[in-house]
């Protein structure tokens, strides 16, 4: 097995199967040497993670749901790439919280999926990132995050 597939081995990870697209919009784009994943939104097999942080949800549930979400960035970037030992780097997130006006933790929501990535991709999976707010999310999710990998 690769490297990142004995990681995921290793941490007890099964990747979820990589979402289709909801929309009129591809799941992943690659230019060069960057492969751009679209908004993976919140869910697991049973469905989707709704609500909104500072009302439904606690940080912690929150953080649970963007680890979700980065389990899907990952499953998008095995789909365009075929093996995971082709990421050279997580270059960006970009997470979205849907989250009430007062809600001020927005930082460790998407920690649940910069830490996965971490995990993951060790060294190579520390990135730049944004973590905002917004009044609400497609299908109700509690987060929805994007990603940028710099790939071989």
Known sequence: MAKIENRLAEL???LPAAPAPAANY???VRTGNQLFVSGQISATAEGL???KLGADLATEEGAAAAR???LSLIAQAKAALGDLDRVVRVVKLVGFVNSTPEFIEQPKVVN???DLMVEVFGEAGRHARSAVSAASLP??????IEAIFEVA
């Open 12 to 14: 007890g990870i099964t």
């Open 26 to 28: 591809v799941p992943f």
């Open 49 to 51: 993670i709704t609500g």
């Open 68 to 70: 979700r979400c980065g």
């Open 112 to 114: 649940g999926c910069s």
């Open 139 to 144: 299908l109700g999710v509690a987060v929805e």
